[in-house]
């Protein structure tokens, strides 16, 4: 093998191969057997009532899973730079070190006021959890 090429796309042969050869052979061994209980909609337990077609699900949801992956990755960027940091200032300087890791925070930041501006980080409020009580609004 002199060209590494070769092994990357048998290596990426054998990723795909693997995932469609065991989904085809566990479609073909399952036992069939259709009932009413397996097409209806999972309720966590809870016996559904409508249908699906009529749940209005809040994106809000999705708006902080996403910010939440977005600082947790930030998360993982920043640790390796806090543990070379001591070292790399030492061999390169404090403003070759420095100056990136406070550019790249100050786009997370930018992005999160970003988000707080356009309402992202703020739960909306049902009217009977704010009756009575303050708003801040």
Same mark, same amino acid.
């Given at each position: 093998m002199s060209n590494p090429w070769i092994a990357i796309g048998a290596l990426a042969v054998v990723g795909l191969a693997i995932p469609v050869s065991m989904m085809t052979v566990s479609s073909l061994i399952r036992p069939r057997v259709p009932e009413q209980?397996? *097409?209806? *909609?999972?309720?966590?337990?809870e016996v559904p009532t409508g249908s699906s077609q009529e749940i209005k699900f809040n994106i809000q949801y999705y708006m902080v899973a996403l910010l939440f992956v977005v600082f947790d990755i930030e998360t993982v960027l920043i640790f390796p730079w806090t543990v070379i940091y001591r070292d790399a200032v030492?061999?390169?300087?404090?403003s070759k070190?420095?100056?990136?890791?406070?550019?790249?925070?100050?786009?997370?930041?930018?992005?999160?006021? %970003?988000? %707080?501006?356009?309402?992202a980080v703020r739960w909306v409020r049902s009217p009977r959890a704010t009756k009575g009580a303050d708003t801040y609004e």
């Open positions: 209980g397996k *097409t209806a *909609t999972y309720e966590s337990g030492g061999a390169v300087g404090m070190i420095l100056l990136p890791m406070v550019a790249f925070i100050g786009v997370l930041v930018v992005g999160l006021g %970003w988000a %707080w501006r356009n309402g």
